[in-house]
C-alpha cells in the first residue's frame, strides 16, 4: 500500500528478513501486522549482503535448537507458507572447518563431542587425508576438519519474500518510522514518514538500525554494529560448484560456491564497532585480505587453487558491505521492553537469516501469551552469558 493505515493490530518496523519472519509467525498466530519499510522495497540493506548460510554447528545448544527449527521452515517452505511463488532454493552442500593448528584440531575435537551430546550426530571429523580424498581442492597442511553434510546455503531474498507474501500483512514500503506515542508507559502508537498508526503494540525489527527506532522510547539496548563485507566474485571456473561453505577455522576467512564463481568473507575479531548506517560503505581494499596469497587470511592457504585465481587476474569482482547488530552474547534480543507494547527483534549478531525465523516464532508465541516472558531466554534485559569464542 502507499499509505500505512491509520491503526493496526501489529506494526512491525522494518522489511528484512526479521520483519518478514515477524510478520508471518505474528499471523499464525492470529495476530495480522502492518509491515512497514523505509526504504522502497523489502529486503535491500544487511539480508540480501548476507551469505545465506546455515549450519547446526554452533557451539551453544540454544542456538543449534533455533537453527534447527528454522532449517525445518527452509525444507518445507512451500508447505508451512501455503505459497510457493518464493522458493529458497535450499542447497545443503556442507559446511567445512578446516585447521593446520594441533592446538584447534583438539578444540574442533572437543567441540564436535559437546555436539554429538546435543543430539547432532552427523557432524564428521575428518583426518587431513580424509578431508583431502572428499575435497581435493583442500591444502596438503591442513591437518583435520569438522564437516556436517546437511548444512548448506538459502536464497534470502526468496526466504523475506516468501515470509512477507504469506503473512497476509499490509505492507508499506517508503514509509519510515519516526517515532512513538507512549502514554504512561505503554505504546500508543507508531509515527511514521507517511502518518501516525494507532496501535497497542509494535515490533522494532531494524536491523543495525534497530538501536536508534528504541532510543526514541527511551530504550537502551545493549548492540554494537560492526562492519563485515563480502567480497562477491561472479564467475570463477575453478570453483567447485558442489563444494561446501569452507572455513578456515585458523583465519575465519570462508567461502562457498555463488553465481558461477563464490562468495569469500572473513571475520576480522578485530573490527571495531561502527556507527550504524543504511549507506553502509564498503572498502575495496578487502578483496585483497583475502585474494593475495601472502595474507594472513589468504583462501589460498587451505584451498590452493585461488593462488592460481590470484595469478591469473582474470575474474572479476566486487565488494559489498554491512552491518552486524551484535549483542555482548551473541544471542538474538527477542521480547518486550520497558515500554509495554513495544517489542524488539534484533541483534542477531552475524547469523539472523538461519536464527530469526525460529526467534520470531518465539516473539509471536511472546505476543499471543503462548510463552510467558519468564521463560523466554532471550528477553532483551537478560544477563549477558558467558560464550565460546568463534570464527564467525
Ligand atoms: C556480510 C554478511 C554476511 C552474513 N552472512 C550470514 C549468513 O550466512 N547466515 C546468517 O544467518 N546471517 C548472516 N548475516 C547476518 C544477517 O544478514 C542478518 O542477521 C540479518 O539479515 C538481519 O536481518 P534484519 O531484518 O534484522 O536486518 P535488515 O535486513 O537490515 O533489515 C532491517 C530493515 O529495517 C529497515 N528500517 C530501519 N529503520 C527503519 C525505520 N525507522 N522505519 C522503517 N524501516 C526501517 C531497514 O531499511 C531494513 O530494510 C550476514 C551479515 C553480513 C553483513
Not at 570453483?239 to 572455513?247: D, F, K, L, S, Y
Given at each position: 500500500?502507499?499509505?500505512?493505515?491509520?491503526?493496526?493490530?501489529?506494526?512491525?518496523?522494518?522489511?528484512?528478513?526479521?520483519?518478514?519472519?515477524?510478520?508471518?509467525?505474528?499471523?499464525?498466530?492470529?495476530?495480522?501486522?502492518?509491515?512497514?519499510?523505509?526504504?522502497?522495497?523489502?529486503?535491500?540493506?544487511?539480508?540480501?549482503?548476507?551469505?545465506?548460510?546455515?549450519?547446526?554447528?554452533?557451539?551453544?545448544?540454544?542456538?543449534?535448537?533455533?537453527?534447527?527449527?528454522?532449517?525445518?521452515?527452509?525444507?518445507?517452505?512451500?508447505?508451512?507458507?501455503?505459497?510457493?511463488?518464493?522458493?529458497?532454493?535450499?542447497?545443503?552442500?556442507?559446511?567445512?572447518?578446516?585447521?593446520?593448528?594441533?592446538?584447534?584440531?583438539?578444540?574442533?575435537r572437543d567441540l564436535?563431542?559437546?555436539?554429538?551430546?546435543?543430539?547432532?550426530?552427523?557432524?564428521?571429523?575428518?583426518?587431513?587425508?580424509?578431508?583431502?580424498r572428499r575435497f581435493?581442492?583442500?591444502?596438503?597442511d591442513v591437518l583435520?576438519?569438522?564437516?556436517?553434510?546437511?548444512?548448506?546455503?538459502?536464497?534470502?531474498?526468496?526466504?523475506?519474500?516468501?515470509?512477507?507474501?504469506?503473512?497476509?500483512?499490509?505492507?508499506?514500503?517508503?514509509?519510515?518510522?519516526?517515532?512513538?506515542?507512549?502514554?504512561?508507559?505503554?505504546?500508543?502508537?507508531?509515527?511514521?514518514?507517511?502518518?501516525?498508526?494507532?496501535?497497542?503494540?509494535?515490533?522494532?525489527?531494524?536491523?543495525?538500525?534497530?538501536?536508534?527506532?528504541?532510543?526514541?522510547?527511551?530504550?537502551?539496548?545493549?548492540?554494537?554494529?560492526?562492519?563485515?563485507?563480502?567480497?562477491?566474485?561472479?564467475?570463477?571456473?575453478?570453483?567447485?560448484?558442489?563444494?561446501?561453505?569452507?572455513?578456515?577455522?585458523?583465519?575465519?576467512?570462508?567461502?562457498?560456491?555463488?553465481?558461477?564463481?563464490?562468495?569469500?568473507?572473513?571475520?576480522?575479531?578485530?573490527?571495531?564497532?561502527?556507527?550504524?548506517?543504511?549507506?553502509?560503505?564498503?572498502?575495496?581494499?578487502?578483496?585483497?585480505?583475502?585474494?593475495?596469497?601472502?595474507?594472513?587470511?589468504?583462501?589460498?592457504?587451505?584451498?590452493?587453487?585461488?593462488?592460481?585465481?590470484?595469478?591469473?587476474?582474470?575474474?572479476?569482482?566486487?565488494?559489498?558491505?554491512?552491518?552486524?547488530?551484535?549483542?555482548?552474547?551473541?544471542?538474538?534480543?527477542?521480547?518486550?521492553?520497558?515500554?509495554?507494547?513495544?517489542?524488539?527483534?534484533?541483534?542477531?549478531?552475524?547469523?539472523?537469516?538461519?536464527?530469526?525465523?525460529?526467534?520470531?516464532?518465539?516473539?509471536?508465541?511472546?505476543?499471543?501469551?503462548?510463552?510467558?516472558?519468564?521463560?523466554?531466554?532471550?528477553?532483551?534485559?537478560?544477563?549477558?552469558?558467558?560464550?565460546?569464542?568463534?570464527?564467525?
Amino acid at each position: 500500500m502507499d499509505t500505512p493505515p491509520r491503526t493496526a493490530e501489529l506494526v512491525v518496523i522494518g522489511g528484512g528478513i526479521v520483519g518478514a519472519a515477524t510478520a508471518f509467525y505474528a499471523a499464525r498466530a492470529g495476530i495480522r501486522s502492518v509491515l512497514i519499510e523505509a526504504r522502497p522495497a523489502l529486503c535491500t540493506l544487511t539480508t540480501p549482503v548476507s551469505t545465506g548460510a546455515f549450519r547446526l554447528q554452533f557451539s551453544t545448544e540454544e542456538e543449534l535448537r533455533l537453527v534447527e527449527e528454522s532449517v525445518a521452515l527452509f525444507r518445507n517452505f512451500a508447505e508451512v507458507t501455503g505459497q510457493d511463488e518464493y522458493d529458497p532454493a535450499i542447497r545443503s552442500q556442507g559446511y567445512l572447518w578446516l585447521t593446520r593448528s594441533p592446538g584447534r584440531a583438539a578444540e574442533q575435537r572437543d567441540l564436535v563431542e559437546r555436539q554429538h551430546g546435543w543430539g547432532v550426530t552427523d557432524i564428521e571429523l575428518l583426518d587431513g587425508d580424509e578431508v583431502r580424498r572428499r575435497f581435493p581442492y583442500v591444502a596438503a597442511d591442513v591437518l583435520q576438519a569438522r564437516f556436517r553434510a546437511g548444512d548448506g546455503f538459502i536464497d534470502t531474498r526468496a526466504v523475506t519474500m516468501g515470509l512477507a507474501t504469506a503473512s497476509g500483512a499490509t505492507v508499506v514500503t517508503g514509509c519510515r518510522a519516526e517515532g512513538f506515542d507512549i502514554a504512561g508507559d505503554r505504546l500508543r502508537a507508531v509515527r511514521t514518514s507517511l502518518g501516525t498508526i494507532e496501535t497497542e503494540r509494535a515490533v522494532i525489527a531494524c536491523g543495525p538500525l534497530s538501536g536508534g527506532v528504541a532510543g526514541w522510547a527511551g530504550i537502551d539496548l545493549p548492540i554494537q554494529t560492526v562492519r563485515r563485507h563480502k567480497l562477491v566474485m561472479p564467475d570463477v571456473p575453478q570453483v567447485p560448484a558442489g563444494a561446501p561453505m569452507t572455513i578456515d577455522e585458523d583465519s575465519g576467512a570462508h567461502w562457498r560456491p555463488a553465481l558461477r564463481g563464490a562468495w569469500l568473507l572473513f571475520t576480522d575479531p578485530t573490527t571495531p564497532p561502527s556507527e550504524p548506517t543504511d549507506t553502509v560503505p564498503a572498502d575495496p581494499g578487502f578483496a585483497f585480505e583475502l585474494l593475495d596469497p601472502a595474507s594472513p587470511t589468504a583462501v589460498a592457504r587451505t584451498a590452493p587453487f585461488w593462488a592460481g585465481v590470484w595469478e591469473r587476474n582474470a575474474a572479476h569482482w566486487m565488494v559489498q558491505a554491512g552491518q552486524y547488530t551484535m549483542t555482548p552474547d551473541h544471542w538474538p534480543l527477542i521480547g518486550e521492553t520497558g515500554v509495554g507494547g513495544l517489542y524488539v527483534n534484533t541483534g542477531y549478531s552475524g547469523h539472523g537469516i538461519m536464527l530469526s525465523p525460529a526467534g520470531s516464532r518465539r516473539l509471536a508465541d511472546l505476543l499471543s501469551g503462548g510463552l510467558a516472558p519468564a521463560d523466554n531466554i532471550f528477553r532483551p534485559d537478560r544477563e549477558p552469558r558467558p560464550r565460546p569464542p568463534e570464527a564467525l
